[in-house]
């Protein structure tokens, strides 16, 4: 009897051959190497995978997810990858894509202990503290946790302009960095227009000086 995992490997040999049948040299140039223009922050729903809902193919996006899409400067996984996005892939956007009905923006905004999970969830309270006058106002509590979510992703969107692998990049080149929301009920991205595009969008605290050998921190 076949189980749910073997399904996944069933599936796999479909879609391989499906592949090779429209694209003989799929996989022989992908085996080349990537040059995705795109790195996408995103949560780790389930319901939000990257290159589906907005209709790329492999290779067009370098992808790191993490509950509730954190850029979390303390986080040396998130920081690796946006290092080898940045200064190795020479990607030309960031994008921070959050989704209304995030699990963990709803979690950080209740008292409930969740154990280990309490230490990340720890930075979207801080968010919600940041903002806490606005989010009060909201009486509806769903409509609250939305405005959570675009919050959210507008914090993370300046966490990522006060990384100096960032502020390094943007003396060199353009670099964008971008806030969206997937809304799972319609399938829709919505635009924050939040972008940050230089380091003149940031106050004068965040702002890296670089000499000949910055420390790449």
Known sequence: MKTS????IEN?????????????EFFNLSAQGQAPEFLWVGCSDSRVPANEITGTESGEIFVHRNIANMVVHTDFNFMSVLQYAVEVLKVK??????????????????????????????NIKEVYAKY?????????????????VELNVIEQVH????????????????????GWVYGI????????????????????????EFPNNPLDL
């Not at 995992?5 to 996944?8: G, S, T």
């Not at 990522?160 to 960095?177: C, E, G, M």
Request: charged letters at 25%; hydrophobic letters at 40%; aromatic letters at 6%.
């Open 159 to 178: 966490n990522l302009a006060k990384t100096s692998i960032v502020q390094k990049a943007w003396a060199d080149r353009s670099l964008q960095i971008h």
């Open 5 to 8: 995992y073997d399904k996944l």
């Open 132 to 148: 806490e006058s606005e989010l009060n106002a909201i009486a509806d509590k769903q409509a609250r946790a939305n405005r959570l």
């Open 185 to 208: 009920g319609d399938g829709r991205i919505k635009d924050l227009d939040c972008m940050v595009h230089e380091i003149e969008d940031l106050e004068p605290i965040f702002r890296f």
């Open 12 to 24: 796999n040999k479909v879609w391989a051959a499906q592949k090779l049948q429209e694209a003989p």
């Open 93 to 122: 956007h960031i994008i921070v894509c959050g989704h209304y009905g995030c699990g963990g923006v709803n979690a950080a905004m209740g008292p409930i202990n969740n154990g280990l999970v309490n230490k990340w969830l720890r």
